[in-house]
């Protein structure tokens, strides 16, 4: 059987392993051990981690919104609107 490359992992792994990075390179800055230029590169890399996972996120929430609707996805609600409902 042939490995996945990285390209056809599934996307919860890799929002996982994106979020593992994020939380990593947190811990390091925090630190405060990082040059300036250091500090810099990490702050960039931490964004397309934190964009990479939020897109994650947004395409588990569509995969749910179809799994529950599949006829009318767009009527569902955002899990937003659906924790302020009484």
């Known amino acids: 059987m042939a490995k996945k ?3 056809e992992a599934s996307p919860v792994a890799d929002f996982e ?3 593992d990075a994020l939380e990593s ?3 390091k800055m925090e630190q ?3 040059s300036l230029e250091d ?3 990490a702050y960039e890399r931490g964004v ?3 964009r990479h996972c939020q897109q994650a996120l947004e395409q588990a929430e569509l995969r749910v919104r179809l799994l529950t ?4 996805p767009e009527q569902s609600t955002a899990f937003d ?3 302020d409902a009484p």
């Open 5 to 7: 490359t990285p390209a």
């Open 17 to 19: 392993q994106s979020l």
């Open 25 to 27: 390179l947190v811990e």
């Open 32 to 34: 405060g051990q990082m």
């Open 39 to 41: 500090s810099l590169a």
């Open 48 to 50: 397309g981690l934190y």
């Open 69 to 72: 609707d599949a006829a009318q």
């Open 81 to 83: 609107d659906a924790a």
